[in-house]
């Protein structure tokens, strides 16, 4: 069976073959992907894959960039509203966003703990963009103030809160959706005010 092609811009086409990778990774894990089931799950060539990103290694680094970029935009918290709503908001479309591209997720937190420099950069920028957010300035003000060690407890509660998720993903052990939010959303502040 053939698949069709389709003639795209250079944007396009590059574009469509980050998409396609990042639902490849949502549905299997980075090791399974290989440049023929991407070429042809594009209904592209191979070589068209290495003219784009050069080998497996750079397109693997590529769709993990546009995933990451991808989380960041969809998670950003409303404009409006109070601090912890806004933040409850955007906890909420992470916690989607996990569930829908669960394999993708695990496998670039599993990549950043034992992959390559420049995967590790790629989480750690991620992970800046959304705890930096925490602590931006802008019409309802900051939701929290901005010193190091309020930094290092946002990095902690990071962290905390990516583990509970994928292991409310695997096992939700009884509790809601809901109720796993209002844990996550409500324990920002509360580690904030015991911080000396």
Do not use: C
Request: net charge negative; hydrophobic share 45%.
């Amino acid at each position: 069976m053939t698949t069709r092609r389709t003639r795209l811009s250079p944007e396009e086409r590059r574009t469509q073959l980050l998409d396609l990778g990042a639902h490849l990774f949502a549905t299997r894990s980075v090791e399974e992907i290989s440049i023929d089931v991407l070429a042809e799950e594009a209904g592209v060539s191979r070589g068209l894959l290495y003219h784009y990103f050069g080998n497996k290694s750079d397109f693997r680094e590529a769709v993990i960039r546009h995933a990451v970029e991808d989380l960041v935009a969809q998670t950003a918290p409303p404009a409006e509203g109070e601090p912890v709503e806004r933040l409850l908001a955007s906890l909420g479309v992470y916690v989607d966003y996990v569930l829908a591209n669960l394999t993708l997720y695990r496998s670039l937190v599993r990549a950043a703990a034992g992959g390559t420099d420049e995967v590790l950069a790629l989480y750690e920028e991620g992970r800046a963009a959304l705890t930096d957010r925490i602590f931006r300035e802008d019409a309802q003000g900051e939701i929290l103030v901005d010193t190091p060690r309020t930094r290092l407890v946002v990095r902690g509660w990071s962290a905390m809160t990516e583990e509970m998720v994928l292991s409310w993903a695997e096992d939700p052990a009884g509790m809601t959706r809901e109720e796993l939010l209002g844990v996550l959303a409500l324990s920002l502040p509360a580690l904030v005010e015991l911080t000396p």
